[in-house]
């Protein structure tokens, strides 16, 4: 069976630290996708990194990172010097065969000034 | 690139009234989109995939007379929500998903539904 698990339901911060959110999988299948969204007030969903299940290297874009470890079926983000902009809420999410999104209960994070 | 459009953006109706929500992909042709339903502060939940010129194949739990949905062409479904009640009332999300695109799925910005 395929699940998400967002552990974290609200995180606050103080705008500059740093803040990881985590996310793990399951999955039975061998060929995945993980998906990181975030929602912000308005509602629309801003796709923010795909990573599929054969590259287990991290990425770095810009103040972001994601931490992909198959050993651990985890995919946490981390946002570096967070700013007040950041506050939405973020969504991992799984998809086995590009049709079904299974998405995490997310993470509402507050970044306050 | 890969702009996906929900009209309207929000509505609010009667109980009893039916809706309709279109989700466009306005610079790609999308041969499957996918309806989501989102309560508030809870996560996105699919209701339906539906295919270009295909019946939808409607999630367990998700009643198939009460949310038609059509995808009559390949920039354009749409949801209705038949007798809505007050129940019904929730963010609603389409998606769309091209064959230039088949790993990933574009987000339309939702629809707000209150029925009162």
């Known amino acids: 069976a395929q699940k998400v698990t967002q552990a974290q339901t609200e995180i606050s911060v103080v705008e500059k630290e740093d803040v990881t959110l985590d996310c793990v999988y399951e999955t039975r299948d061998t060929t995945y996708y993980l998906f990181w969204y975030k929602q912000p007030p308005s509602g629309e969903l801003v796709f923010l990194i795909r990573r599929n299940s054969f590259d287990e290297q991290n990425e770095i874009s810009g103040r972001y990172s994601w931490n992909f470890q198959k050993s651990t079926s985890s995919f946490n983000f981390t946002i570096t010097a967070s700013q007040v902009v950041d506050s939405a809420v973020y969504f991992c999410a799984l998809s086995e065969d590009t049709d079904k999104l299974i998405f995490g209960t997310g993470t509402r994070l507050q970044v306050f000034p | 690139g890969a702009v996906v459009s929900q009209h309207p953006s929000w509505v609010i109706c009667k109980s009893g009234t039916s809706v309709k929500i279109e989700c466009r992909s306005l610079d790609f042709q999308a041969t499957t989109m996918f309806w989501y339903r989102q309560f508030p502060k809870q996560s996105l939940m699919l209701m339906a995939t539906?295919?270009?010129?295909?019946?939808?194949?409607?999630e367990q739990g998700v009643e198939k007379d009460k949310f038609l949905i059509n995808h009559a062409s390949l920039t354009l479904s749409t949801l209705t929500v038949t007798s809505a009640h007050p129940e019904d009332s929730s963010f609603y999300i389409c998606?769309?998903?091209?064959?230039?695109?088949?790993?990933?799925?574009?987000f339309g910005p939702g629809t707000r539904l209150t029925v009162l």
């Open positions: 998606s769309a998903r091209g064959d230039s695109f088949v790993d990933e799925q574009f």
């Open positions: 539906s295919n270009e010129g295909s019946k939808a194949t409607y």
